[in-house]
């Protein structure tokens, strides 16, 4: 073994030449203390060798410049590199969500929630962790619920014919909790925790608003939990992923949450990605 990477930073260490540094957001999923900002004692104590292990630095922060990378694309040697982020923050950024209190949805596969916050909130026993994002946190956690527990009912096109015939003001009256299998990881962290799809009404559009709703109340929940462990009080909400783009979901969630629904200015990780440069950039003097 010679290095313990993250994928971005490997593919980094491609045009840097480097390969013994990462940034805060991915080193937490190995282990990083985002707080302290170190690596943890206790990964010493398991006979780990530490040196395998990178220097940590802020999301952003100039690690090099290009090398032969440069001669293969046939780009100046000047050109900075950054350390990266996960894709869940570099999503949050591309929306150009900037203030405490602001949160975003990501709708795809499954439900993810963060909001920004102006202090970690850390609860593995509700599944919220936080990444470091400047000087501010992420704070959030993802369910098991969403669009491929919808998936399992019925096709994307089925999705969109049965949403039109929704109407999003009046409720359903069901207490759904949908997932696919047993588990949930937040915002209950529970392994065992049962599907909660019954009783069906007999009409397919019903059957899809509860489910919509039932997304929606889990939702709520999540911003609901953050509050209670110290993050601060929803204030508006962007949405990204495929769901963002279902007009009843948007208007049976606004209803749960009662904040403002904010147009996101990008739906791709990597707008995120460059905003982040950018900022790196001019914080290295650089531009």
Known sequence: VHAVLHQGDWIAGQFSGRFDVSDENNSLKTGYDAEARRWPDWIAATGMRMALLPAVVRPGSVTGTL?????????PREVAIVAGTTDGCASFL???????????????????????????????????????????????????????????????????????????????????????????????A?????????????????????MLEGIAAIEALGYRRLAELGAPKLTSVRSVGGGAANA??????????????????????????????????KEAGLL
């Open 190 to 210: 529970d392994p065992s925790l049962q599907p909660r799809l019954l009783p069906r009404p007999a009409s397919d559009a019903d059957y899809l608003k509860a």
């Open 248 to 281: 009843a979901w948007t208007a049976i969630r606004r209803r749960k949450l009662g904040v403002d629904f904010l147009p996101a200015l990008s739906n791709e990780a990597a707008a995120g990605t460059a905003r982040l440069a950018l900022m790196g950039a």
């Open 67 to 75: 090398t032969a990378a440069a001669d293969l694309f046939g780009l």
């Open 94 to 188: 591309a929306t150009g969500a900037t203030g405490v209190g602001e949160g975003v949805t990501a709708l795809g596969s499954s439900l993810t929630i963060k909001i920004l916050s102006g202090r970690p909130i850390f609860a593995p026993r509700y599944g919220i962790y936080s990444h470091r994002l400047g000087d501010a946190w992420l704070a959030g956690g993802a369910s098991n619920t969403g669009g491929k527990v919808l998936a399992q009912h019925f096709t994307l096109d089925r999705i969109v014919e049965l949403s039109a015939a929704i109407d999003p003001a009046t409720q359903t009256g069901l207490d759904y909790y949908p997932l696919g299998v047993p588990g949930e990881r937040f915002p209950i």
